[in-house]
């Protein structure tokens, strides 16, 4: 049974405020709502195996140019994984959309996963996967299916060679050569059978990547799950888990109770995923969630209440979260790193609201604003003096002065 664990208490008011911007042009006063302070390293124990999609920290003093080439702050980066192994949840490393595709070629990625690694044997083994795929390899230059094969296995020997543990990412090159349920079956049968350990699948709807449109070989989603849970379940031995990010609630359930008992499922709904956690008589999912980069401390506390048989509790903190989730990830979702670090940079993890990409320009004013609101109301600041002082300086470079 775990031991209790209870956040510090909450203050019962804030004499904090802001100006911010509204929908209609105008400015709002904003009064911070009374914060909640989570613990900063797990207490107890947890029920289900939890990773956070994590971000990376740019270097903006680098001399470069952001939309070309990355430049990475990899002190600050590998200390933001530190935070997160200490709150007992995983590294999901070098993810599609969390870097790739988004800023970090190749090279850099695996760096960056050879880095992890190092840094999670350091810390007694802290958990950690990494992503393999095929982004080394345009999509243009694919030809075959055969050419997908081994951009795959490239990437996985390479992440092998590093100690890591294998995600198995979406394929833009399969999803523009891939025809059949036949030619996804080969590809993944074929990959899994060369594996070390258990890895983990991860389905990216084309709400994250436009280019994935039709994966498993056909836009009919009730016939790619049917092609998508039969590779899986055929290789169960292989697959630890799959990662479902459809943002479809009822979908993924659905898939859950057709996996294989070996096959765990992580979610990957950034709208729903409080009550897949929690899941019900039949079943519940485990998380691999770009949104627990943002709130990780709370998702931690909910969890580890979970664990002790505290469902209220877990709503109670988790709950709150949702709708700065979905306002992270509304459409283009893709976007959705955006709001990440500027989490990170509200709450002291980053000095600076930089991004790999110059990704902080891909979300407006008004969108910043909403999410500091709503991650106030949700008690995700953990120093709202600081954040209210950080979101100010953001505001006044884009013209809205206190």
């Avoid at 797990?42 to 680098?62: I, K, W």
């Avoid at 994984?81 to 949840?89: P, T």
């Avoid at 110059?358 to 910043?368: K, N, P």
């Amino acid at each position: 049974m775990n031991k209790p664990v209870l956040p510090k208490p909450a203050l019962t008011n804030s004499s904090l405020s802001l100006k911010l911007p509204t929908a209609d042009g105008g400015l709002e006063t904003y009064r911070l709502a009374a914060s909640r302070t989570f613990p900063a390293k797990l207490e107890g124990t947890l029920n289900r195996v939890a990773f956070s999609a994590a971000h990376v920290v740019a270097d903006p003093r680098a001399d470069v140019d952001p939309w070309l080439t990355a430049a990475i702050d990899w002190d600050r980066t590998i200390a933001f994984r530190e935070h997160v192994w200490d709150l007992g949840l995983g590294v999901a490393e070098a993810m599609d959309t969390a870097q790739r595709g988004m800023g970090l070629d190749w090279a850099t990625s695996l760096e960056l996963i050879q880095r992890s690694v190092k840094a999670a044997k350091a810390k007694g083994n802290a958990l950690v996967f990494s992503g393999a795929g095929t982004d080394h390899l345009a999509v243009e230059d694919a030809r075959s299916i055969d050419d997908v094969i081994r951009a795959y296995e490239e990437q996985i020997a390479a992440v092998e060679k590093a100690g890591g543990r294998i995600i198995l990412m979406a394929s833009r090159a399969l999803a523009k050569l891939g025809k059949s349920a036949e030619d996804y079956a080969k590809v993944y049968d074929r990959v899994l059978s060369q594996v070390r350990a258990p890895v983990i699948i991860h389905w990216l709807g084309d709400m994250f990547d436009p280019a994935l449109t039709g994966y498993w070989g056909t836009a009919d989603l009730d016939r790619a799950m049917d092609t998508a849970v039969a590779i899986i379940n055929a290789n169960a031995a292989k697959v630890d888990g799959v990662k479902v990010s459809l943002l479809d609630k009822q979908r993924e359930i659905d898939i859950r109770r057709r996996l294989d008992p070996r096959v765990k499922m992580y979610t990957g709904d950034d709208f729903n995923y409080a009550e897949l956690i929690a899941g019900d008589d039949k079943g519940y999912s485990h998380a691999l969630l770009g949104i627990f980069d943002a709130i990780a401390p709370a998702a931690s506390y909910a969890l580890s209440r979970l664990a002790a048989g505290d469902e209220a509790g877990f709503h109670d903190v988790l709950g709150p979260t949702v709708p700065l989730s979905r306002h992270i990830f509304k459409a283009p979702t893709r976007f959705y790193k955006t709001g990440i670090v500027f989490m990170a940079y509200l709450n002291g993890h980053q000095d600076h609201f930089t991004m790999v990409g110059g990704q902080e320009s891909a979300r407006s004013t008004l969108h910043l604003a909403e999410l500091f609101r709503l991650a106030d109301k949700a008690g995700l600041l953990a120093n709202p003096e600081a954040a209210t002082r950080r979101m100010t300086t953001i505001l006044a470079t884009r013209g809205v002065e206190p």
